[in-house]
């Protein structure tokens, strides 16, 4: 029995991803890929930098007493802290494609501050309006947050504009007549695919999500 837990302990802990094992390691940064929620497709429309990344959620890793777990803020429940199969699951019966992200060993010592950080935040509310100084925390401002005192990530100019078209999306236009304000552009802010292209991460690889 005890024989048959560490094993299993040992094959969640242990990825062959590329053809190079690694274990996820708390500090670990996590990137969800877009889904097909009108949203995440607006958000991964007008941020995405290049043809790799598609991402529109992250997370960070905490593994507690050999559990693997992500603390992130998400739109229903805000800032929660779960269980890595929890993670991959966009709604019942949808999963999405997660990457894991590490920082570079010259940044490790700041991790053990953003972890004890991100339990003071755990049961804040989603930040529905991305702008940094309103209530709530949305997915990617959380981690800007977490390592906000390291200097680990940098706000920048946000932009809700289709890069194709130069238009606002409908998502986002329907977003913010429902919030009944403007919508943010050029505000600072941060999102998942600018952050994942920091020179501070490096990519580890695609997680199973089995």
């Known amino acids: 029995m005890i024989r048959s837990l560490f094993i299993g302990l040992f094959l969640l802990m242990n990825y062959m991803i590329q053809g190079q094992e690694f274990d996820?390691?708390?500090g670990d940064i996590l990137f969800r890929e877009n889904t097909s929620s009108a949203l995440?497709?607006?958000i991964n429309r007008v941020t995405q930098i290049d043809t790799h990344r598609h991402y529109s959620h992250m997370g960070l890793v905490t593994v507690e007493n050999g559990r693997i777990l992500v603390i992130h803020s998400?739109?229903?429940s805000g800032v929660v802290k779960e269980e890595l199969s929890d993670f991959f699951e966009v709604k019942e019966g949808q999963?999405?494609?997660v990457y894991a992200y590490r920082l570079m060993d010259e940044y490790q010592n700041s991790i053990q501050s953003a972890i004890e950080l991100a339990d003071t935040y755990l049961g804040q509310p989603y930040n529905f309006t991305y702008i940094?100084?309103?209530e709530g925390i949305y997915c990617s401002e959380l981690i800007y947050l977490l390592f906000e005192s390291a200097e680990i990530f940098d706000l920048e100019p946000m932009t809700f504009k289709d890069p194709a078209s130069g238009n606002f999306p409908k998502a986002w236009i329907e977003h913010?007549?429902?919030l009944k304000i403007d919508i943010?552009?050029?505000?600072?802010g941060c999102n998942p695919n600018g952050m994942a292209s920091?020179?501070?991460l490096i990519e580890l690889g695609e997680l199973p999500n089995n």
């Open 95 to 97: 999963v999405a494609r």
């Open 132 to 134: 940094i100084e309103d």
């Open 176 to 178: 913010y007549r429902k």
């Open 184 to 188: 943010p552009e050029g505000l600072p």
């Open 74 to 76: 998400e739109p229903e």
């Open 40 to 42: 995440s497709e607006a």
């Open 24 to 26: 996820l390691q708390s």
């Open 198 to 200: 920091s020179t501070k």
